[in-house]
């Protein structure tokens, strides 16, 4: 084994590890980051569609995302970096009362947790998305602190921003094993060789429950395949994410906003969850979004879609992630189970992480912490997961 050593080694370059790895590397702590894959962001972080909300049900969630989108508002004025941040808002829309009830029900925890969310009418509703099937519009909810970012460009950023802070990363080497000695973490192997570390991260995303597995510990993270695509670039014509929540054959929810650079960028959450890791696109998810989509908008009946894609949601069973220590094995913490928000959490994830490791929690941190505990019984659902 290799004599190298490292404060913390950080399983996964994706959306959590690599924002983990700046934040913990500004604070004089330098990570080590391990992926089998051959650059950054090549697991779930490039097939995200670049949603980033704090419109969540959870304290937890939405503490973390408030924090994600104070870094992603602000990382080009700070670092320089253009990572397409565009402040559109989301907007739930509701055309039945059942979808309309359930949102309205939502606002008051979204509110008293600090979310500037709130209900708009249909006419309020008609102004913001012009575009929208006006058709039983009930109105919907409207968080205009909300955004969207490139995933990759912002992956980019964060790996420049932790090279340059000295972090090291180590591609298409993968993890293989866990050293422990007497219930503490001492090392780990790698198909490559090892490092000596007393602190890992698991932040193996889809892939997470097997690292878990590796230490010793179990995490129920399960990854199931979500397709998403693009259309060609149009004038703008869209302002926020819009999300529709009513469930149609052989999907639930879908959402889709206009990127900066002008296409729709749209994905699907498919009924039943297609369980596992492939992660090739098929032919029969475009025309079951395209057809939800054009009753949703007319106009988009209009646009070329130029490429799908295929990606993974590395689930829980309640739709919310695990993060902490673990009680078995000292040194060992969870960062995973991001479910379909994993881009969005990434940057507050990471600074909550680098708060535990240099024992600064505030107390919002520790009722975060409480509510995403890997001891929970993963019995309720976060209803907007
Ligand atoms: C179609 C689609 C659309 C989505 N849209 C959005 C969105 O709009 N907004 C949003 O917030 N989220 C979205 N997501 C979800 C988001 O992509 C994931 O939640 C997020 O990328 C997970 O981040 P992560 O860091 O946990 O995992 P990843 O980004 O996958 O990173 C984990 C890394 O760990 C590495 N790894 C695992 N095990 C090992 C090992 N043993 N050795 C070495 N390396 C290892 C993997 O190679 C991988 O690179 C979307 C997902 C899909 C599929």
Known sequence: MSTDTFDVVIVGAGSVGMPTACFLAEQGIKPLVIDQFASPGQGSNKAAIGGIRAT????AKIQL???SLRVFSTWEASYGDNIEWAQGGYAFVAYREQEARALKNLLKIQQSAGLNIRWLERAEMLDLVPALNPDGLLGGTYSHEDGSASPMMSGHAFYRRALELGVRFRFQERVTGLIRRRGMVVGVRTDKGGYATETV??????WARAV???????????????????????????SPMVVDIRPDEGSTNYYF?????GGVVFCITPDPPIVGTDRRETSAYLPMI??????????LANIKVRRTWRGLYPMTPDGSPVIGRSKELEGYIHAVGMCGQGFMLGPGVGRLLTRMLTDRETDADAVTLKELTPYRAFAGTEALK
């Open 65 to 67: 995302c408030l924090d």
């Open 212 to 238: 878990a597995n590796m230490a010793g510990l179990d995490v129920p993270v399960v990854p199931d395949s979500h397709e998403a695509g693009i259309t060609e670039p149009v004038a703008p014509f869209l």
């Open 257 to 261: 906003y206009q990127h900066k650079p």
């Open 56 to 59: 969540h049900s959870s304290f």
């Open 201 to 206: 991260i698991n932040a193996g995303g889809a």
């Open 290 to 299: 395209a057809r939800r989509m054009v009753g949703l908008m007319p106009r």
